[in-house]
C-alpha cells in the first residue's frame, strides 16, 4: 500500500491506514481558516482499494464533502468507475457530477496526506465537480463566477 516508516508514524498517516483497513478509504478536510480559499476534502485509498483515482471536492462543508465522498465510494464498490470528462447521475440523487483530471504534480502540497500515503505522487486524482442550479459546471461557457471560484483547486 503505502510508505511505511520504523521512525514513528504520523498519527493522520495511522488513522488513514485503519481507515483503509476497515473500509477500504479515508477522507481528509481542509479549510482556510481566515476563509480566503474554499475548502476542499480528498479520498485516500481509492487507488489501494480499487485502482481509481483519487477523488477531491471543493466548496463544501465538512460534513457535506464526507457524504459526496462517500458515496463516490459506495458507487466504486459497485463497480463503477470515473475518468476525466465523465458525468454521472448515480453518485448523488439531485443531480449530476462531472469528474475532471487533476495534476498531481502541481497540487501535491495540498494533497499531502495522499502523498504520504503512497510515498510519492504515483498516484491519480480526480476532481467532482457538482453543477449550480442551473446545471452548469465549472469551466462552462454559462457558469458563473461564483461557481468556478468555489471549486477552483489550489495549485
Same mark, same amino acid.
Request: charged share 30%; glycine share 10%; hydrophobic share 35%.
Given at each position: 500500500m503505502g510508505k511505511?516508516? *520504523?521512525m514513528g508514524e504520523n498519527p493522520i498517516q495511522s488513522k488513514i491506514r485503519e481507515d483503509i483497513a476497515a473500509q477500504g478509504w479515508s477522507w481528509i478536510w481542509v479549510f482556510d481558516p481566515d476563509g480566503g480559499s474554499p475548502p476542499f476534502a480528498y479520498t485516500i485509498g481509492f487507488k489501494a482499494t480499487f485502482g481509481h483515482p483519487e477523488t477531491v471536492v471543493t466548496g463544501l462543508p465538512e460534513g457535506t464533502s464526507e457524504g459526496v465522498l462517500g458515496s463516490v465510494h459506495a458507487e466504486l464498490e459497485s463497480g463503477a468507475t470515473f475518468s476525466d470528462g465523465d458525468v454521472s447521475d448515480d453518485v448523488l440523487e439531485a443531480f449530476a457530477v462531472r469528474f475532471m483530471a487533476v495534476s498531481v504534480d502541481s497540487l501535491s502540497d495540498i494533497l499531502t496526506q =495522499?502523498?504520504?500515503?503512497?510515498?510519492?505522487?504515483?498516484?491519480? =486524482? $480526480?476532481? $467532482?465537480?457538482? /453543477? *449550480?442550479? *442551473?446545471?452548469?459546471? /465549472?469551466? #462552462?461557457? *454559462? =457558469? /458563473? =463566477?461564483?461557481?468556478? #471560484?468555489r471549486q477552483r483547486l489550489r495549485p
Open positions: 511505511h516508516s *520504523d =495522499a502523498v504520504e500515503f503512497y510515498g510519492g505522487r504515483n498516484f491519480e =486524482a $480526480l476532481q $467532482l465537480c457538482w /453543477p *449550480d442550479k *442551473d446545471g452548469n459546471f /465549472p469551466g #462552462d461557457e *454559462d =457558469a /458563473p =463566477a461564483w461557481l468556478n #471560484d
